[in-house]
């Protein structure tokens, strides 16, 4: 092959005929683009696509945005999610924008919303939001037993594609809360369902549980082996647990030995490392039944990386026509985890009437759906609707209108390529 | 270890407009990243500075440069660049980037490309 007069000034590197780069260097280059570039420039060849839908080059590019973010104060991660149900959507249909979205709120000053339409064949009516890690959200719907079915999916927003789990359930025993995980060193996502026995035959009242793994596509049954006699009774009903230090964490009640009177709470762990339950004594008196005199809302979240308990006790003072409502909020953070002394009052304020609690932001403030009260010709704005979400910092009592509608889950959010490179859609 | 590397590079060949060029843009990265370590704002202010006369294609000779030498700080420096160059560039732009055919089946693409039409809105034009 003749050489041109060009390629014989090229130093020798350059002089091959084939100047490309090479396929690893592409990759370097691809793997430092967003989602949307990547899955286009699939379609550039075939090396290319297969190199995209590798498993190695998804962690590879999920490590690359996870390096830049992370001390970034206007990172893009979001945090509130609002899933919309099936009342919602016929409302949607007839708007102009006829296709139902899943809204998430980013950033740390809630400011920036982006949205995420929902594919068409993603049949779920009321979903709950179980968890979210690395831009895969699992979602979950309880069903009613009659009209809508019981379905768990996996479903990755940026990249549109999403994993019906395989089908299951217990004979006699109600799916009633549900936890997400993901376990780092295995890379693997894990999916935990928890049911009550829903039938009377069952003579003591006993929780069970079931795991299912992504790597396995496979839910296996595993036991729940507290102290001698010591029972799971009872999960709060639709819980998604709280994931912290490797593990999941449910609010349960338990029964020890044969006397039922001794109800107790306590929460309940889920390893999942060795896949293994265990339990955590509540800080205080918390463990002991509470008097129905107060409404008192007790809560599991993770606080700054922390296990958190956080409680809300209610009390309402009616007058003539206004509604004052308060309650005193608590925040306990287990300072140590597993180490029940390490159990820490970090705060302890009084607001407005919480009406219910959604999470806690990654810098320690709690998402809460307050109740609005409004006054007959005050000066106050009049809302037709009477609940109002807030961000609200317990440190300052800042609180922060976030103008959205009623939230699923606080959480964080980014964008990934997680579950491209599995079979499509419906699985099971 | 890296000077054995260029000084190899530069017996190579002789002086010449290709060498020239990537002399004057990739040599001097280390020292510089050496003088302003700490901070970053004024590196990158730096990379544009040094970049803003260097068209795009030039860009993949530098890299395979910078790749060559193994210097690892102008690899990622120039992968970074071109990352940016191409975010919003169309799959034809960036074939001729990189100077890669299709090697699909007829209707292959065209399949792969339906399925996520999605990421080709908002392309720039070519």
Known sequence: MQETVEQRSLPPFLRRRNTNVPIDIALNILARLPVKPVMRFRCVCKSWDSSITNPNFISTHLNNNNNTNKDDDDDDRGYLFHMPNVITRTMYSSSSSSNPVCTVVCDRTFNRISEHPIPSDLLINFAEIVGSFNGLLCLAEYGNGATYDEVIYLWNPSIRKFKRLPRTWLSQYDWDATGFAYHSERDDYKVVKIYSPSSNRIKRPEVEAEVYSLSSDSWTRVGISLRPNVVVSKVKDYSSASFVNGALHWLVSVSEGEVEVRNRKIILSFDVDDDKFGEIALPGGHGLKRLRSERFKENLAVFKGKLAFITFGNREIVYFRDSVGSCQCVIWVMEEYGVCESWNKLFSVRLGEVESFFGCTRFGELLVQKAFKFKYGGSDVLRLNNCVIVSLDPETLHEKDLGVQLPNIATTFEESLVILDQADGLSG | ?126
Not at chain 2, 3 to 25: H, L, P, R
Not at chain 2, 31 to 44: C, P, R, W
Not at chain 2, 101 to 115: A, I, N, T
Request: glycine content about 4%; some cysteine.
């Open chain 2, 1 to 126: 270890m890296k000077f054995c590397t260029v000084k190899q590079y530069f017996d190579d060949e002789n002086n010449n407009n290709v060498t020239n060029g990537i002399a004057t843009t990739v040599i001097p990265l280390p020292n510089k990243h050496l003088k302003i370590k700490a901070n970053n704002k004024e590196m990158e202010q730096y990379e544009q500075e040094l970049l803003r006369n260097v068209m795009p294609q030039e860009l993949t000779k530098l890299i395979l440069a910078a790749n060559y030498l193994n210097f690892k700080e102008a690899l990622d420096f120039f992968c970074r660049t071109v990352a940016n160059a191409i975010q919003n560039k169309s799959v034809d732009y960036v074939r001729k980037f990189f100077g890669l055919e299709s090697d699909f089946e007829p209707g292959e693409e065209e399949k792969l490309c339906k399925e996520f039409a999605w990421s080709f809105e908002g392309v720039d034009e070519d």
